[in-house]
């Protein structure tokens, strides 16, 4: 397959999400066996935000980890979900509607945050980071609106290095995605971009490049998944 997101990849990437949107979440939920959302609760985890807390969570999507941090502020803190897909934020909002929360969702650039320095008490990254044109860019965004002394968290898909995990990736991934979602394309580029994806602990490096300080890591599933936080120096 030809690589149309080398010269743009959010571009590529905006057009993309429009087309699948309304599929993604199925394909999530078949593509990790349901494991997605406890990925995502561990990320809230390691966030370390309480009630009143407010947080900000970059290339949200659907909403689902923005879900998961609102439960942990609420009532009285915030989330505010940032996308570039105005389709993706559209199912966002109709999720919200039956759940209460404090969320809300704008359309945003991950690289250039519309908010002030020392704002959120956590800035989280789910699945999204891969798909920014600069992603060093977005991580000191992240750790730019962080106050200091809390954390930016970014759960993301790493190279697997386990053989039978990369062919579920390169092969099984395209196939589920032309079958369930009618997008081949979409989920050719999902591997295609992990492949390229800095590997753990070079994402820890840049992290820290960022300003970062205390940054760690841990795999999951095997390997294809990384999480990682850092928190920004007081």
Not at 2 to 28: G, H, L, Q
Not at 47 to 70: H, I, S
Not at 171 to 199: C, K, M, N, W
Request: charged share 20%; proline share 6%; aromatic share 8%.
């Amino acid at each position: 397959m030809s690589k149309p997101w080398v010269t743009s990849r959010s571009a590529y990437v905006s057009e993309m999400f429009a087309a699948i949107a309304d599929r993604y979440d199925v394909m999530n939920f078949v593509m990790t066996m349901g494991q997605d959302q406890r990925w995502r609760r561990d990320a809230v985890e390691v966030a370390n935000v309480g009630p009143g807390d407010r947080v900000v969570d970059v290339a949200t999507g659907t909403g689902d980890l923005a879900f998961e941090l609102a439960s942990r502020v609420a009532p009285k803190g915030h989330v505010i979900g940032v996308d570039f897909s105005e389709p993706m934020l559209h199912l966002a909002r109709q999720k919200s509607a039956g759940r209460h929360l404090p969320v809300s969702f704008l359309v945003g650039n991950a690289q250039e945050l519309e908010f002030s320095d020392n704002s959120f008490a956590a800035a989280t990254c789910g699945f999204g980071l891969r798909n920014l044109d600069d992603r060093l860019r977005g991580i000191r965004e992240m750790a730019r609106v962080v106050a200091p002394g809390r954390r930016v968290v970014i759960l993301e898909l790493t190279p697997p290095a386990n053989l039978l995990a990369r062919h579920y990736m390169d092969h099984v991934i395209p196939r589920l995605g032309q079958v369930l979602a009618r997008a081949r394309d979409a989920y050719t580029y999902l591997p295609e971009s992990v492949s390229e994806f800095p590997d753990a602990p070079t994402l820890g490096a840049m992290m820290q490049s960022a300003g970062l300080r205390g940054v760690t890591y841990r795999y999951l599933n095997f390997g294809t998944v990384a999480l990682h936080w850092g928190t920004k120096p007081e």
